[in-house]
């Protein structure tokens, strides 16, 4: 079996300590019906332009609005559902 890498310093033993210790029983109860589980993360979205590739003969400026204007989303999602 191909063990997945992981990145950074990840303590590998730590993290299966806390799947086995931590996670895993509440991912029982929850398929068991006796609590909800949710993941959840955020998103930024930012009011600019970003050009992450542009060839042309000429140089072209592109408009777009200045300042650090952004909407921030929070989801969740039932991970059981």
């Not at 398929?31 to 042309?56: E, I, N």
Request: charged share 20%.
């Amino acid at each position: 079996m191909k063990t997945a890498q992981i990145p950074a310093k990840a303590d590998v033993e730590l993290q299966a300590e806390f799947l086995k210790e931590e996670l895993q029983p509440r991912i029982d109860e929850a398929k068991a019906g006796v609590r909800q589980l949710f993941f959840v993360d955020a998103s930024h979205f930012v009011l600019t332009a970003f050009l992450g590739y542009l060839w042309s003969f000429a140089r072209i400026f592109v408009k777009s609005p200045s300042g650090r204007q952004r909407y921030n989303v929070l989801g969740a999602f039932n991970a059981i559902m």
